[in-house]
């Protein structure tokens, strides 16, 4: 085994075997593997590639680069990854839902990146509420509840920890083979039964069109179904926020209103979420439409929030969530409506411009070392198709002080084009299987 024969094979175009890839990822998370090397094997597999076959390899040698977590408990272990939108809480009502029907839910989340939210800072906008929990405490809260919402620990992959901080100063981000490597070997760690992938497509993703967010489904589904977990994927319109909130507490008031059982507070986020969960739940082996009427069920009837308020008391947030959210979220000091420039109908929206304009409120980070202002967003974000009359409001902004309120405002009316008519794209563009 040797780091400068492997790297020198990918740059070939061959593919090293599963053993050396292996030896690879377990060199980069003991540093056996240099920086200087790891930036050259991110180099040549961004510009090479790998075969399905070595993707595979390479994500199951990350997997394995730490903790693999083993279940004994009285129900599947199922989970969802989205790849990231604006306005996309889906994660804070699916674990409780999913939790609601005898499933456990290890769910190992991410922070905000770029112009899009993060669950774990959502989560943290509820006073006293931790994600940093040890392996032992994340496993009780798993299984005595049904779901835990975390960061992933030291022990979790640390081999992606390693080539991620690489690939963000070597230009070596955008690889489908690394994203889907990195991607699945923190969500593979968690030792799932099944695994369901919500692939955004759309002005608000990282994938703007349909055919790029068809390409990264498919490879992660093969990957994910090659390294052992039953994994399927929906390709998802991102053409505007799934919810009509941005910002970190005010999308945790969203869920929560859904989980009360108001479906039309946020409808497409609400009708996504229980597709999503019929979908893992028959990877399980439920049958979908039945599997779908369940989780339903479970969110009209409150026992996901029953699940949800269980869980945000056990990772130390105020025990009456449930029945006092509105008390006990931060609320910003300066909120204000954004008027509609003209009469018409909303045509388009830039979901990546809104989710830029809430960073720059504080509601994300520009520089790795900011402190995320929970309070900031915008809520009541006007829908495409809906037609508007001069002065009506567009959405409603939530600010620290004037001055980022009035930048806001200019953000968001750049970001939304009004004219005669709009196109409307299905919710759910597309199902992958395999």
Known sequence: MDSRAIIAKIRRGQDPSAQELAWFTNGLATREVSDAQAGAFAMAVCLKGLSDEGRVALTAGMRDSGDVMKWDLPGPVLDKHSTGGVGDPVSLILAPALAACDVFV?????RGLGHTGGTLDKLESIPGLSTSQNTATFRKITRDIGCAIVGATKAIAPADKRLYAVRDVTATVESVDLI????????????LDGLVLDVKAGSGAFMKTPQEAAALARALTSTANGAGTPTAAFITDMSQPLAPALGNALEVAVCLEVLSGNRAAAPRLHDLTLALC???LALAGHAEGEAEERVKAAISSGHAMVCFAAMVRAMGGPPDIADDWHTHLPKAPVVGDVPAPKSGVIRAINGESLGLAVV?????????S????????LSDVIELGATVSRGDPIATIHAADEDSAEAAAHAVLRAVDI?????????????IDR
């Open 419 to 431: 004219g005669e008519a709009a196109e409307l794209n299905d919710l759910i563009i597309e199902r």
């Open 360 to 368: 720059a409120m504080g509601g994300g980070r520009q520089i790795e």
């Open 370 to 377: 900011d402190r995320i202002d929970p309070r900031v967003g």
């Open 278 to 280: 019929a979908r893992v």
């Open 106 to 110: 290890p769910m190992v989340s991410g």
């Open 180 to 191: 889907c490597a990195s991607i699945l070997s923190k969500k593979l760690a968690a030792g």
